[in-house]
């Protein structure tokens, strides 16, 4: 008996030696902590039953003008995804036969955003087709069958930066009915890491920013202290300057206040022949992370000279 424990003991031992040893290897020393990711999640029937969802609209006229859907009780032997509620352009769930009618709802992203995901859970009654700002991302079987509209939900996601805006991004279904009721009910989880975005200034000393590329020397660039970002929080080693932000890395920076408002600001100094910037370019970029790994941007308006 004695013996077995001590055996359980020792196991256990080796286990938690072997933990820590791959622990030390899924995170080495130095590397950027995870950003910070915001999540988002919209859903059909956000209201009692029997009252309009201001979150989720339709048309009748092609998208000429838009109505609040109606939050239905569904028909006996109809899932509904835990938290939402069925919506129909009627509150009898009528609606046109062998017909499609197009529901929407909006989500807003930030200016500078990366990473944006989509993953969208659907019951349709009778098929769901997805829509992100006009993209097709997903569509449920095309057929009048009950698994459109029972458990499991379909589910589609889509992860593909170049279908998501800043500002408002705009969700659509195409619910096409085949015969009797129609009705559908869906829960969307957005995410992103949002990207703070930073005051530079391209050459302090001079308003007009006027760079020569083929220069052999360095551009100025500041990266301004704010009421709400210390830029001395900036990791230096992440920092990347450019035509797009990610060319060159400092050759030289220091701590000071560029522009006498008592707050000490970021003083970094690039290779102009590192930096990509290019006769004609009209802005160059600064990306890179805070010490917590937070992701950030900044930019300025540039003027090329000695291109002739
Ligand atoms: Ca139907
Ligand atoms: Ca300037
Ligand atoms: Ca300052």
Sequence with gaps: MNKKVNRLFLVNVVLVILAIAFADRLYPA???????????????????????????????????????????????GYHVIPGTQYISLSPNLSGPLHATTRYRTTFELPTSFSGPALTV??????????????????????AEIFANFQNPTESFTSADPSLFVPGTNILEFDIHNFTGPTAFDY???????PVLEVALDIKPD?????????????IAVAVLTTGSFDAASLDTETLRFGKTGIEAAPAHFALEDIDGDGHIDLMLHFRTQETGVSCGDTSAILTGATVTGEAVTGSDVINTVGCA
Aim: aromatic letters at 6%.
């Design 30 to 76: 130095g590397v950027v902590q995870a950003q910070t990711t915001q999540t988002l999640t919209l859903l059909s029937g956000d209201g009692p039953t029997g009252s309009r969802d201001t979150a989720n609209q339709f048309t009748v006229d092609g998208g000429a003008t838009w109505q609040d859907a109606y939050i239905v009780t569904p028909i006996p």
């Design 121 to 142: 859970e659907v019951h349709a009654d009778n098929v769901a087709t997805l829509f992100l700002n006009g993209v097709q991302i997903g569509q449920q079987p095309f």
């Design 187 to 193: 829960q969307a989880v957005v995410s992103f890491h």
């Design 206 to 218: 001079d308003p007009a920013n006027n760079i020569n590329p083929r220069s052999k020397g360095r």
